[in-house]
């Protein structure tokens, strides 16, 4: 089909492309009907343009719509070329001082918490790093999209509401002017007729919903048969589901069909089929029926292609509208007026409100496109701005209706607005006033949630996801309601006062409907079958937390608003309770001759609900008369006498002693609903407006009655006024032993009873209850969280209640309270409360859970025994009670409560025989503590001729009444102070006790004279301090004689070990370990070591005995026993990699022989240092690869540790492993063991020798390759081959070691290469010893690396685990030619040797720039037994090391003076003089020589030497290290503490001239010849010719990236990236990764992942080192098993895709 349109299309695409814009533009200029030659226009070019085909061509058809629509409407708008016209207009214009920048997702933006006005005002980055807020507390977020910048709004932001840049255009902008005096009339005239016609195109083309005909003014005469099959986005189906039903469909490729969705997600539709009608709708109806089955199907229309055109054209006109109004105030103005423009059908016909009220039936594409363009115009004119929020408040109940049905998130809809309106302070006034806002939010919320019960309550049905969809949908009117209020007025107008109270009896009768909600009825018999709906009636109390709250503070700002809304409460609240005692019976309680009336109620037998929205508003807005004093100002216009205070406690006091129930597990059977409602009820998100209020509520009520009366009816309501009215209840019970369940249950009862009456009295941190500012109540907070232990700031942020602006305001008081300790490498910094705070602990602080209070209460004893201080925690000084609170103390001196008291004391007194418990009576105290404090500061504060009311003191003194005279309070408390079970209550009651003392002298004494303390006291005092020296002496003398018995017994014990000596010393040897024996073995003199050479320190043998993880049995290591294998971990490395960009092409072809100095790619191996035997680790792996099976065959997602590639987790420590090393001991003493001269060769020698040898090598392997017909021929040219001296080509040495330990090199070997190489393993491969050896040099090589780095001595106290695996390493390295095939390891070092001594019959070797020297070494010296192995001549294995070494070490010099850089400045130091300065300089001028002067003349000889012997370090520490695992040869002292270079020290222990160029001179005649023919090297030629590269030394560190300071540039350098998160990503491989913590904190010492609080992140140097580390030592992969054992949902995800 293509092929045929494309002619015609291309003829199309032709005459559309001669049309003039100019042209047209003249001849609409002309017409006297402008729409009807638009609409002509482009009825006939539209179609032509847009939807030619199945798919979209954007570019062409937007470069086609340019040229021929929406150019001759761009002229006809200018009146000339548009690209005069339109930079005309800009300059005319002045631009804005608003910002208006449209956030896409996950781009960063920053509110200030000092300036904001609310959280809503946000900025974008480019505004805020040119604003002063960048050094207030911003808080730093991603947006969703879709919000804009509020920089230049000042209504928006306190201060600073401008950045730099938009600061310049505020200058003139007091008077508010009109932007169209920049505009010239005709232009005016022109903009407003063609914005009028083509914005209403726009609106009626995306409104239009007919599928098959187009509007009559824009119909074609001939209509082709071309349908598009449209699919629409929905946000019920997943992806999957539309994938696989459009593949079914429209029969497409699975990759077309995922485009398909990922279009229709994000634009909202897209055409799946192209064709006639017929061929449409045959898709249509597939995907109609495959998506029906479960929900409602997809939506899918056929439509004409013409309509999808005009469509696709009317959104590019809204988008160019948006661009066009950028160049001019003027002409957005002129925008807005047409949109806003009633139609012909009056109300609600303007283009504005057409698009609004059809937003749902659109689709995302069509809804972004203008709601952008309402951004950009309505939003930005601020005259408009107000024209526009009416409209939008006038259709806020269609709207948001529409939206509750729509099935698009919010952020697709266009009442998402409502955040950009309401939360304009002026505009949520007016709207408040002029449209009576709030009551049309609230009666829309109240329309959407129907359903209620027979008393017109909320009912819930089962929370369904459907439920829980719609629920949320109406929950974002909650959201708006608080958009409105989230700013205070300051001064109020009549019409506001009168709007607000309309809207909160709204509110209130939102409120009735809660009040009461979701009752319960306790369980008996048997437990609930099924757990009623709670959830959806506490999300909505969640949710109106703030708006409730909100609502109290806008009626704490009026007076008159106060006093109307208190009414309005107490009115709908005395409704709710019309039929409060209806059907209740009376009865009449009466204790200690004090009588109430009550009704009969129990909350374990009735139903009781814990919802009490009207009693709690009513509370708070009690306590706002007493803080706002309007109380005592105005008490005439209160009802406060009408209010009926049992009325008011009812339902708290129920709700309070249902959680007492749940609480003694009264209510057990009602299963988990109610344990969570309780939960809610004290959660910190919502108990400011629940429990704290209930608290409040009797406060009132108790403040208002007779505190007798009110403790009467709470002990009817918590079921014990049987217990406390019957004398003698407690014995009779305990006589009858009852059910112990029932005696259980009423001790708890009557704790939570007296736990609620001291809160009652000591709860008055809010103010308005007690005269406290609420800086004192975010103090108190803090102080009691942590008088539980130290917090983080987060910890303690989300412990304290958050304000509608996110808010908790901490940080104001924190300092006062807390010191703030900083955090280390890990864990978090931690506020510690300030020791002086400890006095206003308080045992019984209200907010305190179950769980907090007990650990409050050890930590805080703790402390005091710390400071030798007597443990009890009497209850603190509190402040005083406001007048219209104060009678609330009275409650602890009325008889009731004494009565309680003496009764529960009684109990404890005469302790058999009754039920009470130790909290019961540590209650008792503490209400006996905080009476006796109120009492003196009464006392203290007492005013001359005052009566004091409060006569405590002399009550409790009082015995009881006859009848039966129970002894006083006061008598019982010195009685139970001697008892000995009650032992912790002892300082307590001895506190008491003072306390009572003091107030006595306090009451004895006259107001002036000072007090003075009784002889009481006094006695008391004298026997403590008695008591206190008695113990101390015998603390003392018990000191003394532990000390005389602890010498005594080391004095036995020495005398015993000088008799034993010898037995000693034979256990000490075998208890210290390999290493400790190396290093302090006594018999090595400490006067030079050396590590290698004959002169090598000859160490005696130390036998090593280990220990098996697995079977625990001890066994000693000799070549000759099983082998003993630690786990190991071989993993690929490119840390030390100068060359990120190599990589091995062909691994079955690459030959590893010689490492190149960039060190791109090495092996690196680590352990954790566990020693197994092999056998036990053979039948630990097989259980695990068994394992492994049978879970793939269970479950699918993977492990840790990959089976398959021979991964296991240690036995012991679960490190990840994926091989074992053998251990041995010292090879080269096995190796060494036969007849040696005493004259050894010099250098030139033994190179003369090798080289005869290897001559040889190859002639008979030459011979061996070529054909072996002529055997006799062969032997007799055996006999004229000239062998050297002692040589025996066809010796063939016997293997030392046992078979398993066989079998443990060929395995580590094999594994070495394995991994290495990434191919499959093969131990017959001749590469295997070249990697073996590769990776003890890497290993080593790296190690160095992380010492130099760190700054730490070569030998100091390396970790046990990598000196083992180091010493095992370099021994495997060692001993794995013993298993190789002999003949390939002499090749490798002929071949290795023929790179520094040159062979003729080897091609192709590196030149020796391209060599690793210390790679090499390595493998020259572990290749080199298997050539000496066969030499019989007396040369020892030593003297071979030790020439090797300084062959490869010259070499490396060379390398280094070919690659140093001169310096410029030839600063030389004095003369050269020194030997080593003379030296280097007849070295460089002999290189220079031999290349022909191709060498840069050089400075001075200092330095040459400086720069050979800075580049040279690294390889003589690595070569050291290398030598000390080989030979055993322990470390001088000199080299294990830091120091500077240790430069002799090295050279001695590696037995070098400490000159090195006196090597040169030593071997000058074979030096001189070897330095020659490297030097003639093709490469090094061309690299002195500046051709090529070369590696410099010595080679500097690799580090990570460095990041910046501050974390926002970080997000801003990614903000291409949508970056959410700031974590660090470990990967390992594809299956393997974790998370890290991230090296950003903020000032409190923490991360934030997410952003979830926002505060302004900053780089921890210290972290970033620790993450850098972990990456050099090769610990990432461990630490990501690691992580993934502990938290096993890290291996279920497919960390390639991250």
Partial sequence: MASELEPEVQATERTLLECSAEETAAKWLQATDLTKEVYQHLAHYVPKIYCRGPNPFPQKEDMLAQHVLLGPMEWYLCGEDPALGFPKLEQANKPSHLCGRVFKVGEPTYSCRDCAVDPTCVLCMECFLGSIH???RYRMTTSGGGG?????????????????????????????????????EDVIARAYNIFAIIFQYAVEILTWEKESELPADLEMIEKSDTYYCMLFNDEVHTYEQVIYTLQKAVNCTQKEAIGFATTVDRDGRRSVRYGDFQYCDQAKSVIVRNTSRQTKPLKVQVMHSSIVAHQNFGLKLLSWLGSIIGYSDGLRRILCQVGLQEGPDGENSSLVDRLMRTDS??????????????????????KYKKLFAVRFAKNYERLQSDYVTDDHDREFSVADLSVQIFTVPSLARMLITEENLMTTIIKTFMDHLKQRDAQGRFQFERYTALQAFKFRRVQSLILDLKYVLISKPTEWSDELRQKFLEGFDAFLELLKCMQGMDPITRQVGQHIEMEPEWEAAFTLQMKLTHVISMMQDWCALDEKVLIEAYKKCLAVLTQCHGGFTDGEQPVTLSICGHSVETIRYCVSQEKV?????????????????????????????????????????????????????????????????????????????????????????????????????????????????????????????????????????????????????????????????????????????????????????????????????????????????????????????????????AKEFNLYFYHFSRAEQSKAEEAQRKLKRQHREDSALPPPVLPPFCPLFASLVNILQSDVMLYIMGTILRWAVERHGYAWSESMLQRVLHLIGMALQEEK?????????????????????????????SPSILAMLETLQNAPSLEVHKDMIRWILKTFNTIKKLRESSSTSPVVETEGTIMEESTRDKDKAERKRKAEIARLRREKIMAQMSEM????????RELFQQTLELDASASAVLDSSPMVSDTALTALGPAQTQVPEQRQFVTCILCQEEQEVTEESRAMVLAAFIQRSTVLSKNRTKFIQDPEKYDPLFMHPDLSCGTHTGSCGHVMHAHCWQRYFDSVQAKEQRRQQRLRFH???????????????????????????????????RLIFSDQPSLAQWIRTISQQIKALLVLRKEESSSNAATSKNSENRNELELPEGFKPNFHPKNPYSDSIKEMLTTFGTATYKVGLKVHPNEEDPRVPIMCWGSCAYTIQSIERILSDEDKPLFGPLPCRLDDCLRSLTRFAAAHWTVASLPVVQGHFCKLFAALVPNDSYED?????????????????????????????????????????????????????????????????????????????????????????????????????????????????????????????PSPPDLQVPGTSHFEHLCNYLSLPTNLFGLFQENREIMNSLIESWCHDSEVKRYLRGERDAISYPRGANKLIDLPEDYSSLINQASNFSVRECQVLFLAGKTKGCFYSPPYLDDYGETDQGLRRGNPLHLCRERFKKIQKLWQQHSVTEEIGHAQEANQTLVGIDWQHL
């Fill in 1199 to 1233: 492990t840790s540790y990959d089976v398959e590639s021979g991964e296991f987790l240690c036995p012991l420590c679960e490190c990840l492993s994926n091989t074992v090393i053998p251990l041995l001991l010292p090879p080269r003493s096995i190796f060494n063991r």
């Fill in 609 to 837: 609900s814990i919802h009490l929205p009207i009693s709690r508003l009513l509370a708070g807005l009690h306590v706002l008369l007493s803080k706002s004093e309007v109380a005592y100002k105005f008490p005439e216009l209160l009802p406060l006498s009408e209010l009926s205070p049992p009325m008011l406690i009812e339902h708290p006091l129920r709700c309070l002693v249902l959680c007492a129930q749940v609480h003694a597990g009264m209510w057990r059977r009602n299963g988990f609903s109610l344990v969570n409602q309780i939960y809610y009820y004290h959660n910190v998100k919502c108990r400011r407006e629940m429990f704290d209020k209930d608290i409040v509520m009797l406060q009132t009520g108790v403040s208002m009655m007779d505190p007798n009366h009110f403790l009467m009816i709470m002990l009817s309501r918590f079921e014990l006024y049987q217990i406390f009215s019957s004398p003698d209840y407690g014995k009779r019970l305990s006589a009858e032993i009852t059910h112990k369940d029932v005696v259980q249950q009423n001790n708890t009862l009557i704790e939570e009873m007296l736990y609620l009456i001291i809160m009652l009295v000591g709860e008055r941190y809010s103010p308005g209850v007690g005269q406290v500012s609420a800086m004192d109540e975010i103090k108190r907070e803090i102080i009691h969280q942590l008088s539980i232990k130290p917090m983080a700031h987060s910890e303690l942020v989300k412990s304290l209640p958050e304000d509608e602006n996110k808010e908790t305001g901490m940080e104001s008081v924190i300092e006062a309270v807390a010191h703030f300790r900083k955090p280390g490498l890990t864990g978090r910094g931690m506020y510690e409360l300030k020791p002086e705070c």
């Fill in 1053 to 1060: 014990q020495r005398h015993f070990i000088d008799e034993n």
């Fill in 148 to 184: 804009f910048c509020d920089c230049g709004d000042t209504e928006a932001w306190k201060e600073g509401p401008f950045c730099q840049k938009h600061e310049l255009n505020s200058a003139g902008m007091e008077v508010e002017e009109d932007p169209l005096v920049h505009l010239s």
């Fill in 937 to 965: 500061q009464h006392l203290e504060n007492a005013v001359e001729e005052h009566v004091l009311t409060f006569t405590f003191t002399q009550k409790i003194s009082k015995p009881g009444e006859a009848p039966n005279n």
């Fill in 1405 to 1529: 070797l590196p030149c020796i720039l391209d060599i690793d020297m210390f790679h090499l070494l390595v493998g020259l010296v572990l290749a080199l037994p298997a050539l000496q192995c066969q030499d019989f001549s007396g040369i020892s294995l030593s003297t071979g090391d030790l020439h090797i070494f300084h062959l490869v070490t010259m070499a490396h010099i060379v390398q280094i003076l070919f690659t140093s850089r001169p310096e410029e400045n030839g600063m030389d130091q004095g003369n050269p003089t020194s030997e080593e300065e003379s030296a280097v300089l007849s070295l460089y001028r002999m290189l220079q020589q031999y290349t022909g002067s191709a060498l840069k003349a050089t400075a001075s000889g200092w330095h040459l030497w400086r720069s050979v012997k800075a580049g040279i370090m690294p390889f003589l520490k690595c070569s050291a290290l290398f030598f000390h695992y080989l030979n055993g040869v």
């Fill in 361 to 382: 039936k659109l689709w995302k594409g069509a809804r972004s496109v203008y709601h952008q363009l309402f951004m950009s115009s309505l939003l930005m004119d601020l």
């Fill in 134 to 136: 960048k050094d207030h």
